[in-house]
């Protein structure tokens, strides 16, 4: 037996001490605020992180070695060729990806049953890689998350493999991904209350 | 609460009925077959669908619009960059993708326990994005996945965006992603026997 239903309201007490913390130090994303506010004001349920969702331009040794992964530029908003540009123009080494990642926010909730009432609510809103995280004595943890995404390798060691025009393509078509799961964050916003205690 | 554990025994028994025919009918990807196997032994598992993971070339209306999807190509294993040429040939209309997906397996679990205990070994054995997918009456769902993915846009309605040597290297990404993942699911088929029931 898992013992984070007894562990809830400690666990939650700390987690809102770090949130105020990171709020004040302006480490959270702006736009992902009112939806934490709205999960926090509830009874059974509090944020432990929470991404807004981003554009951006990489550098890594090698795909998924996020240790040594270096961002040339990172957007949570819809971002120019311009810009964009720009941090490619900062490449030196190691393989070049522009990246597209969904919102991810991690949510802990007092029960299972909690638990499943935000994983479906979210999935029905268009969340639908949301699911449950993590098991422990600490916490049961709920993670929301969207299927837009991209992963485009776009050249190594200073080589570049596309043009300006990919380039073009790419953007508009992540700018598109990034309206699509911004209109899902505000829909969750809206409903979490309503549909949640 | 939740009643999986009371259904679980029943809902094995239709599981296994359904992967015999799926089998039978060559519908499971070969080189997943013995890991299921193994899993399927245990007491308190059982597989419920799988995808050994893939490289393809997709044309779609629109990203995410599943439904209207083709699959121009699809290899469950390494791939040549003549094979993928070929499929890119084909296409005609709407976005043309470069896809690869990390395996899928979703394994129904008797208790909270035995998920964590699935899930945590599949995380420790870089299944990062492993998670209990879903709780219901009938299933208690974990999910076993990877990290290693691509989504490269190539073109749209029969325009290339990119080159013969683009391809070369994407291709070549690919199948060392490939190779990583492959390498996780046989060592989590020599691991499942040993560290669970």
Redesign the interface.
């Known amino acids: 037996?898992?013992l984070y239903t007894e562990n809830f309201d400690g666990q939650k007490a700390r987690a809102m001490a770090g949130l105020r913390k990171a709020l004040s130090e302006k480490k959270v994303d702006e736009d992902v605020i009112p939806l934490l506010e709205r999960i926090n004001s509830l009874d059974n349920y509090f944020t432990t992180s929470s991404c807004s969702g981003r554009v951006s331009v990489m550098e890594m040794p090698?795909?998924?070695d996020k240790v040594n992964s270096v961002w040339l530029g990172k957007w949570h908003r819809e971002v120019s060729v311009d810009e964009v540009l720009e941090a490619i123009g900062k490449h030196r080494k190691g393989?070049l990806w522009f990246l597209v990642r969904s919102p991810i926010l991690h949510v802990a909730a007092r029960s299972?049953?909690d638990?499943?009432g935000l994983?479906n609510l979210a999935v029905g809103l268009g969340f639908k890689y949301s699911?449950?995280?993590?098991?422990?004595h600490r916490k049961l943890l709920v993670?929301i998350r969207s299927?837009?995404?991209?992963?485009?390798?776009l050249g190594?060691d200073g080589e570049l493999?596309?043009d300006g025009?990919?380039i073009e393509?790419?953007v508009g078509?992540a700018n598109?991904?990034l309206r699509?799961f911004k209109g899902k964050l505000k829909r969750l916003e809206d409903e979490v209350g309503a549909k949640l205690k």
């Open positions: 037996m898992f090698y795909f998924g393989q299972v049953e638990a499943v994983l699911n449950i995280k993590s098991v422990s993670e299927t837009e995404r991209m992963d485009v390798p190594e493999w596309v025009e990919y393509r790419i078509i598109a991904q699509r």
